[in-house]
């Protein structure tokens, strides 16, 4: 068998038509969704990224404004930025790519942002909602994304047995509890599986369901997987390949030749996660208007 594929890229242009639609009818209202996106340092990969962020914004009739800050930027100089940005009435979202360099501390980052202008989802107010189901306000990006990615391509994890790979609080963590909760989309039995699980395939194999996000390349096999099942690879990973143009590839966490041959749907990386991820922080930005028109 060959497995369908989750076309990632054409999902996540169906959700920026609506984002359009709706910073559209704010900009009709007079307001502007303005979006700061924050780098500190100059790592290539986040770089990129940034980037990709920054031009979505604005093709979907955003503000975007990228500030970008030098690797030796001190802990109080950027909670100082973060600070002048929550009180700035005129933004919206605010996002500080990590990973940001060694001497900053990450964990104090997300605890600066204001819950109102948290567009990654990532404060400790936000998650708590996220765990106890609220479904007003931000929704984590890459894991909504993955959501999204199942209920348009007609798959129900209602009562099946899904298998999370990893355990990060960016996705795998905020996934499982997506997951379960009791809610349609959702509502499926969910296993967290990690680097500390033993003999971790003897779950995966089980799996009508897999969300691999553990951060290896190419890690998920074809014989951990179940004939039929539905395959989400949440990777991005950059392998060395002297015969690529660039002297490198980038693969995901998924044997995507071995485990195309035994899954029935499954994402590409690239144009699977990775554009959806964008797509909701675009969504997340106009959630963030709403906040603010809201006073909430
Ligand atoms: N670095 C890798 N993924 C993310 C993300 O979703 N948000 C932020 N802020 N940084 C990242």
New binding site residues.
């Given amino acids: 068998m060959s497995a369908a594929i989750i076309d990632g890229k054409a999902i996540a242009a169906q959700v920026n038509q609506e984002t359009a639609a709706a910073v559209a009818a704010w900009k009709a209202k007079g307001i502007t969704p303005v979006l700061v996106v924050v780098l500190v340092g100059d790592d290539p990969a ?1 770089q990129i ?1 940034v980037r990709n962020k920054t031009r979505t914004c604005r093709e979907l009739g955003m503000e975007s404004r990228q500030i970008v800050l030098p690797a030796q930027t001190t802990q109080s100089e950027l909670l100082a930025l973060i600070g002048e940005l929550n009180a700035d009435p005129e933004v919206h979202g605010i ?5 940001l360099p060694a001497h900053l501390d990450e964990q104090a980052v997300i605890h600066a942002i204001s819950p109102k202008k948290d567009v ?1 989802c ?1 404060h400790p107010e936000n998650v708590g909602n996220l765990l106890i189901g609220e479904t007003e306000g931000f929704s ?3 894991p909504r994304g993955v959501m999204e990615l199942l209920a348009r391509s007609g798959f129900d994890p209602a009562g099946k047995f899904a298998v999370v790979i990893g355990r990060s609080n ?1 996705v795998g963590k905020p996934i499982t509890a997506m997951l379960m909760q009791k809610a349609k989309g959702a509502n499926a039995t969910v296993c967290c599986v990690h680097s500390g699980t033993p003999d971790l395939a003897q779950y995966t194999r089980q799996a009508d369901l897999i969300v691999c996000a553990i951060g290896k390349p190419e890690f998920l096999r074809g014989d951990m997987v179940k004939p039929g099942a539905v395959v989400i690879d949440v990777g991005i990973n950059r392998v060395d390949d002297p015969a690529a143009p660039k002297g490198y590839r980038v693969v995901g966490d998924v044997d995507y030749d071995e485990v195309s041959q035994v899954a029935s749907l499954i994402t590409p990386v690239p144009g699977g996660v990775g554009p959806m ?1 964008i797509a909701m ?1 675009m969504r997340n930005t106009v959630t963030a208007v709403q906040l603010a028109a809201d006073g909430k």
């Fill in positions: 986040s990224y996002l500080v790519q990590f990973p990654d990532f984590p990006c890459t960016i991820t922080l």
